[in-house]
């Protein structure tokens, strides 16, 4: 049978190394920029739509600019460019009223 202090050991190696997988992890997310996928940095990927395979369209964020993208096998070619969606959405709005 087990004793009390071989449980004791058992839970404080066990508390030990749940604090050092939280430090890690912390630690990754605060200071690595670029280390894992999508979490910080200047360039971010909003949304992506295949159309075909290795074909389809992105809006990507980079320096708090947009760019509606398009990208195949080949080239990726910007379509068009925002300072800010809220704005575009404004214009969107203007342009259906005015438009009946």
Do not use: C, H
């Not at 749940?18 to 912390?26: D, E, N, P, S, W």
């Not at 894992?36 to 739509?49: E, F, N, R, S, V």
């Amino acid at each position: 049978m087990l004793e009390y202090t071989d449980y004791l050991k058992f839970l404080s190696s066990f508390i030990i190394i749940v604090f050092f997988l939280y430090a890690i992890y912390y630690f990754v997310n605060q200071y690595g920029k670029g280390i894992l996928p999508g979490q910080k940095g200047l360039i971010k990927i909003l949304d992506l739509k295949y159309l075909s395979k290795g074909k389809g369209f992105a809006i990507i964020k980079a320096n708090r600019e947009y760019f509606l993208v398009s990208f195949d096998e080949k080239e990726i070619k910007v379509i068009k460019e925002w300072n800010s969606l809220q704005e575009d959405k404004e214009t969107r709005k203007e342009n259906d009223k005015n438009n009946p």
